[in-house]
């Protein structure tokens, strides 16, 4: 992708390409909701803003934060920003996504647990639960997968490393029950 591409979806976002991510996943957050539904923001303009309409910008807003998230390449790497001051006595978190480490890349992300609820439509004691690994609290692995890909994929982290790391420790903590 190149760079006259990315300043596009920034300038769909409204946001600025140096701003931190917190502000791009609040500024997507934002521009879906204007353009979603019946929106009060949009409501004065009555016809002139066909739902066809809406959704193509909804769409755009979409592509443009998938695009803007890729290019950022957001904690899948050690040397990911939502890593960069974790302390070298937590290094072991950096191996692996763990329910802390998914709560350290949240807050430093600057995203609430009500946003990421919102967004992926799980419920906030679930996304406790996950943090906290909770796992006896947690639904069936299949179901668990599915809500960690949403989960990271809200914070910009690489779904399929989430999901390997957190099932593995998801699966220990299931084995040791077996015995």
């Given at each position: 992708?190149?760079?006259?591409?990315l300043?596009s979806c920034?300038?769909?976002l409204?946001?600025?390409p140096?701003?931190p991510f917190?502000d791009?996943?609040n500024a997507?957050?934002?521009?879906?909701?204007?353009?979603?539904g019946?929106?009060i923001?949009l409501a004065?303009?009555?016809?002139e803003?066909?739902?066809k309409?809406r959704?193509?910008?909804?769409e755009q807003v979409?592509e443009a934060?998938?695009?803007?998230?890729a290019?950022?390449?957001v904690?899948?790497?050690?040397?990911?920003?939502?890593?960069?001051?974790v302390p070298?006595?937590d290094?072991?978190?950096?191996a692996?996504?763990?329910?802390?480490a998914?709560?350290r890349?949240?807050?430093r992300?600057?995203?609430e647990?009500?946003?990421?609820?919102?967004?992926?439509?799980l419920?906030?004691?679930l996304?406790k639960n996950?943090e906290?690994e909770?796992?006896d609290a947690?639904?069936?692995e299949?179901?668990?997968k599915?809500?960690?890909?949403?989960?990271?994929?809200c914070l910009?982290l690489?779904?399929?490393?989430v999901?390997e790391d957190?099932l593995?420790?998801?699966?220990?903590?299931?084995?040791?029950?077996?015995?």
């Amino acid at each position: 992708m190149g760079k006259d591409d990315l300043a596009s979806c920034y300038e769909t976002l409204e946001i600025s390409p140096d701003a931190p991510f917190r502000d791009v996943h609040n500024a997507y957050l934002r521009l879906k909701k204007i353009y979603s539904g019946d929106s009060i923001a949009l409501a004065p303009l009555g016809e002139e803003f066909s739902e066809k309409k809406r959704k193509k910008i909804v769409e755009q807003v979409e592509e443009a934060y998938a695009r803007i998230i890729a290019s950022r390449k957001v904690a899948s790497t050690r040397e990911s920003p939502l890593f960069s001051d974790v302390p070298v006595a937590d290094a072991a978190d950096r191996a692996a996504f763990s329910g802390p480490a998914l709560k350290r890349a949240r807050d430093r992300a600057g995203v609430e647990l009500n946003a990421i609820s919102k967004e992926t439509k799980l419920r906030i004691e679930l996304l406790k639960n996950i943090e906290e690994e909770k796992f006896d609290a947690l639904p069936e692995e299949i179901y668990l997968k599915v809500h960690l890909k949403n989960y990271a994929a809200c914070l910009g982290l690489d779904p399929v490393r989430v999901v390997e790391d957190y099932l593995g420790r998801f699966r220990t903590w299931k084995n040791s029950l077996a015995k």
